[in-house]
DNA sequence: ACCGAACTGGACTTGACAGTCCAATTCCGC
DNA sequence: GCGGAATTGGACTGTCAAGTCCAGTTCGGT
């Protein structure tokens, strides 16, 4: 479909708040199964809404999946809170992890919601790649500025790069969540998530590990 | 579908060589857009061949997927050879390296076969889950088995653990891989890589950096 | 109280898609 | 050379799914 997302007239609160519950009603689909494998009907099943009020809120289909995706950024993000906000040393570097582990392993292993959209959207759905990598650029911009914060305080040396630090770091999120979602382990998450510490140790002044 | 996967029945030399078509030009277009987006008839146009092949050699298509997995999993591996097989030290880690940031930019951050089939199958298709699994765990295996040689020649030291640092390198590559193709740059993957080669080389006995 | 816009219900259309089926062709072993 | 199994061609069926359309209901502003 092609049709630009058209920006949503103004909504009643009554409005509104159907269109919220249709957007957090498909985003729980779409990370469950995938946006190809949740079909229209999936979601006013689930939700109890009509073909109509897809379609009055959302022009065609792929306009409720970029909205799904700025639902799951910002949802994936809310829920690092306080953590991935304030991150600001290594001890808060660490409790950031822990709280990773404890949000993956209560959510069952089922992998990034943000980075499996991405994963399945990227080749071929051009906006919705723009939007994914907006997401995942927040993503590691905050923790950019948390090691920024922590080289501006001299728990990270000079020569380090927060940009580098912040992609490398979710590089290891996003590759030890997809190799948690598919062996059914929260081991590689822990591994991955270990190794992007030791990386940020590495640079800290006094080689803490 | 349900029907197990039937063994191949014993093919003629022009049968197999049909069949190896069929599979690999359903690889082509499954990493290009997806198993769910990729349809039979895409397969059929592409190939050349008829809707009475592809149910010839493969029971339904979800049995073409399996092996789909299996033949990406093989060729991602074998195009990381000889590097990943003769992998024994940091240096030969680092041609690795070398070879994987250019499979990548010749490849154009369309993002890994195998992680992201396995990121579209995991919730959904359990036995893919388990193929994608295993080829995780071969390759992740292979480079355990390089960490081991090089804790045998005294490269690494007695209490790095061989297989944590197989499972830490790949989520980098596959993180790495995943923000490369979402943000279509090849930065995510060098940085990734980088910190993989750092943790392992945290372990050196010599601390080389 | 009324009107109109927003919201909601659900039947329907059209095309895509996996899978089935009938039949023709090819080729290898005997 | 022939027979039969493997291979190939392609029409067809049934179901799914996105999207359209007509109409009823709700509710807020006047």
Redesign the interface.
Known sequence: MSKTPTPPPALTRRGAATRARIIETAADLIH???A??TSLDDVMEAGGFSKSQLYHYFSDKNALVLEVIRFQTERVLAAQDPHLGTLDSLYALRRWRDALLAINAAGGT??CPL??L???V???FETA?LD??AG??KWSGLLELGFARMQARGEIGPSADPH?LG??V???????L??A????SG???R??L???I??VA?HTTTGAA
């Open positions: 469950a199964h995938g190809e494998r089922t992998g980075g499996s991405a994963s399945e990227s080749n071929d790649r994914c990598a995942f650029a580098s992609i490398a979710l590089s290891a999120v996003q590759g030890g997809l190799l979602k598919t062996a059914r081991e590689p998450l591994i991955a270990d190794m992007a030791a990386e590495r």
